[in-house]
């Protein structure tokens, strides 16, 4: 899985006790904050001192698990993951693949003069880092970091706590085993993780089923009320603009998922997810098939992300951003036109 001669020059680096800062990215989701917290207790199980950063707020509902409490918020104390960064001999980045990913926090880390290690499934990483532990056709970063583990010789440091989490991060970056996780090697690790403890009823639920009713009745409206279906290019949107997040009382993470319903329509291929935050409009971009979402979100929306599911921005107005999506997509009209099929 991982190039020999990198392990071996990271298992000589971890050998003796480091200060070592683990970095999730900018509007942290699942994978992105549970690798990073299976990385942790592993890391404090080698001997090495462990500090866990974050660009901005997480979603609540991932404060249940192990470790959570540790996050230092960029957002929120900025000079405190200043020094962890300028103290670091070591930097792992967890699930993105350009310093940029991590927003305000991306000027500190490149000034940085720690190892960086990459661990990360993102199509094409950029070359800022020292050591690669990359893989993009796989489900999760969650994933790799088992896989990382297992490349050390670790396995049997592999307990409840990073079991459960490296479990979230597979979850939450398939869909609950829906997307992204064709390969069997998933469900091994998978099944070794239930091994260690995970319930994954109790999990599910956990992540889940922690909805407010706010939450839920903004679902119905963005589909009821906020969804446009462009039949011909086989594409749908949902636009929610500020209005409508104050309405229900928006709260970080509510709009995860939202993008996903649009491509339970049967020939609907692109489903696309406006949301208006601070100036800028958040685009998140899915496909299901073969249409590479990461394309168009670099080419045109500052973005990028996996084939079948990216992000992006746009500085325009909504209305603009839709309208500059309606033309944009014109070019891809034919691409879009396919079934999904055996
Ligand atoms: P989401 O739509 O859930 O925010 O992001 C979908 C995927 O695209 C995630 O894997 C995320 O890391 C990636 N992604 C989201 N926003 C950006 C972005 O602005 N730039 C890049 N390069 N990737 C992004
Ligand atoms: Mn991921």
Known sequence: MFDNIQVQKVGKLLSQ????????????DGDTISASLAMMHYLRQKGHSISILVPNQYPEFYNWI???????????????????????????????????????????????KAVKIVIDHHLEPSEEFDYYFTETDTSSTGELVYEFIEAFGDKKMINKDIAIAIYVAIMTDTGSFSY??????????????IGNGVEVSLVHKLVYDTFTETRLRLLGFAISERMLVWKEFHAAVIYLDKKDLDRFNYQVGDTEGVVNYPLSIADVNLSVLLTEKDRLIRISFRSKGNFNVNRLASAH?????????????????????IGKLKEVIQHYKEELDYKISL
């Open 17 to 28: 006790p480091k200060n070592i800062a683990l970095v999730s990215h900018k509007n942290p």
């Open 66 to 112: 192990p470790g959570c409490q540790e996050f230092i918020i960029f957002d929120k104390d900025a000079a405190l993951v200043r020094e962890k960064v300028e103290n670091a001999d070591i930097i792992f980045c967890i699930d993105f693949n350009r310093l940029s990913r991590t927003g305000n926090m991306a000027t500190d880390l490149s000034k940085s």
């Open 180 to 193: 992204s996780c064709d390969h069997a090697r998933t469900y091994q690790i998978a099944s070794e993780l």
């Open 301 to 321: 929306f500052d973005g990028g992300g996996h084939k079948n599911a990216s992000g992006g921005t746009s500085a325009l107005t909504i209305d603009e951003t």
